[in-house]
Nanobody
Framework: QVQLVESGGGLVQAGGSLRLSCAASGLTFSSYYMGWFRQAPGKEREFVAAITPSGYATYYADAVKGRFAISRDNAKNTLYLQMNNLKAEDTAVYYC???????????????????WGQGTQVTVSS
């Protein structure tokens, strides 16, 4: 049974930093693309970042490029999202997700992801 459990969310002032973690179990973690998505109140879920199975390549939404960094530790079955210079518009519930594919050109598409965590709230005060 695949489980993804996020942690590390919280309340932070604008300009601050947070590091999210996602502990994965029940899967061959190193075989799949992994991603982070977020959903703000009243908005649709949106792509934040994705990473290849080896961690060699990373991809970001334009809104977070240069401020966020996705990484993974395959030995620990853990996905990370380092968020720096946070802005009020980054306030959302953040979800980690497992892509159903080991190779993808459309890693930004939420319908490619077959397992999701429960989400962790990130609130940025201005």
């Amino acid at each position: 049974q695949v489980q993804l459990v996020e942690s590390g969310g919280g309340l932070v002032q604008a300009g601050g930093s947070l590091r999210l973690s996602c502990a994965a179990s029940g899967l061959t973690f190193s075989s799949y693309y992994m991603g982070w998505f977020r959903q703000a109140p009243g908005k649709e879920r949106e792509f934040v970042a994705a990473i290849t199975p080896s961690g060699y390549a990373t991809y970001y939404a334009d809104a977070v490029k240069g401020r966020f960094a996705i990484s993974r530790d395959n030995a620990k079955n853990t996905l990370y999202l380092q968020m720096n210079n946070l802005k009020a518009e980054d306030t959302a519930v953040y979800y980690c997700a497992k892509n159903s594919l080991s190779y993808s050109r459309t890693y930004y598409a939420s319908n490619e992801y077959d397992y999701w965590g429960q989400g962790t709230q990130v609130t940025v005060s201005s």
